[in-house]
């Protein structure tokens, strides 16, 4: 079992940043591919961003390429992804997700690829 602590959060205005944090709990929480994903009021959840468990390969939404920076830290069981630039069509729930395949060399910006959610952190960006 794998629990998800997303944090950073907050509300910025259009062009400036902010780092979002996913702790991972549990042994083998490292060896996990991670996911990030978004939610707007009144949208369906999307994706934005996807990391293989090594954090050598990602992949990114083409809304948020060149933007937001997917990376993790696997000896301290955390993931982030940068945002830079932020936009107000960027407001939304961001969650964390891993999957509970180990060991996946490839990232997934499909959400039905993953098991273990977060409770999500908001961002808010204002024009």
């Known amino acids: 079992q794998v629990q998800l602590v997303e944090s950073g959060g907050g509300l910025v205005q259009a062009g400036d940043s902010l780092r979002l944090s996913c702790a991972a709990s549990?042994?083998?929480?490292?060896?996990?591919?991670m996911g990030w994903f978004r939610q707007a009021p009144g949208k369906e959840r999307e994706s934005v961003a996807a990391s293989s468990w090594s954090g050598d390969s990602a992949d990114y939404a083409d809304s948020v390429k060149g933007r937001f920076t997917i990376s993790r830290d696997n000896a301290k069981n955390t993931g982030y992804l940068q945002t830079n630039t932020l936009k107000p069509e960027d407001t939304a729930v961001y969650y964390c997700a891993v999957r509970k395949r180990l060991y996946t060399t490839y990232p997934s910006l499909r959400d039905d690829d993953y098991d273990y959610w977060g409770q999500g952190t908001q961002v808010t960006v204002s024009s």
């Open positions: 549990g042994r083998t929480a490292s060896t996990r591919a």
